[in-house]
């Protein structure tokens, strides 16, 4: 470790305070389009008439605001474990700072609910959902049917459940579900359906996706900010901290530890009966609790993060240097502990959820530089071709604007035509009812155009 602090602190940090930094530019405004949900047992997506993605950007010398819903452009739900909400509008407003502070002291532990908020004004939420072991019953506290946690919810104890494992079943295919209709990710949001491991079933039946799709082969898209003003970045970046090396999937540094005992906890592989609206038997196998992981630095692998799961690097939005996190993933692409930000943060914390802009605030406008660069250089997946029944068009990486997809036929009618929006990835054809033939599928962003051909 202190080999690489050496060699990341060779070269300059760049300073946040800029007239229109990532920090302010980053984020998918929109104030037109509308959300969409699906119910269990209903394959056809629901309007719920709330503005997706984020409202409005206003920044001054110091902090950006960002106004938003908290609902995402890609399609929400269902949530198979009982959850009684939905992903409801939040009117929320955060304050990010635009020059954030490395914490010199001891390193605040991330907290429940809200630590970051993803550039299309999702939520993220740390490791935990709430529930623990409570060694004075011997039995599972808080949370849907549990008997309460001492101290109250949320009160820390000595062993507190992973999310990721125990809740599974209450994923949508985006890796997503609401609290109390606070929509938001625990973990990387990319669809269940493109890890290479598929470890839930839940997009075999609703359609939907995710902010973006992991790219092993360029470096992953900034995804939004930590509470303490820090970027988050996907799964992949450069090698090397400097920028070089290649591209690599970023790794965490933690691991399960070796044991089948859990001091003042339940046994390893323990098996308990739960009570609420997941009630049934429930094993409590290694990395069901957050404490089932240890930190072990590896100072000679510079892609591998640190304890707050981040390192001080090079990305494309920052040339110079800054600290970033990492939704980490492993080897299939399937969420890895510490997921994004945790369980400490790097930075100094502040609540980022405030009440308004500020008066005097300057309101970001967004322009259309580098937008046609960006276009060009993403690569999209037209599938199955041929096809008798549905085509579907998958952009891999993050689509920053509104991406227009027309069906085109052999004489150049557009047959069909749709759209990919900001904060989406992919778009569908149903062409059972077309003629067989050659087609083609033409992308394009108004100036710039690519095409498929395909077969149906």
Known sequence: MIKRILFCASFTITSFVMSQGPAITSWLQNTTETGTYYTEGNSTAIGNGTLVNCQQVAYTNTNVFVTTEGVPSYTTGPFLDFNPSNAEAQGAVYKFPLNPSPNTGSATPTTPGSIGVFINGVSLY????????????????????NQPCPGGMGAIMDWNRDAIPAEMGGFDCSKGHPAMGNYHHHQNPSAFNLDLNVVSTICNLYDAEGLYAIDANTHSPLLGYAYDGYPIYGAYGYKNADGSGGITR???????????TRPNGPDVGLVVTTTGPNGGQEELSLGYFREDYEYVAQPTEEESLDEHNGRICVTPEYPNGTYAYFCTVDENHNSAYPYAVGPTFYGVYSNASVNAVPGGATIYTPNTTGINNRFNN????????????????????????????????????????TKILAGQTIAYFDVQTLHQGAYWVRISTGKDVKQFKVIR
């Open 250 to 260: 970023i790794k965490s540094s933690y691991q399960l530890q070796n044991i089948t």
């Open 378 to 417: 993403m690569s999209f997946d037209v599938f199955p071709n041929p096809s008798m029944e549905l085509i579907a068009i998958q952009a891999n990486g993050l689509v920053i604007k509104p991406i227009t997809v027309k069906l085109i036929s052999s004489k150049g009618n557009v047959v069909k035509e």
């Open 126 to 145: 740390d490791y935990r959902d709430g529930v623990a072991w409570n060694p004075n019953t011997g039995a599972l506290c808080g949370g849907p049917g």
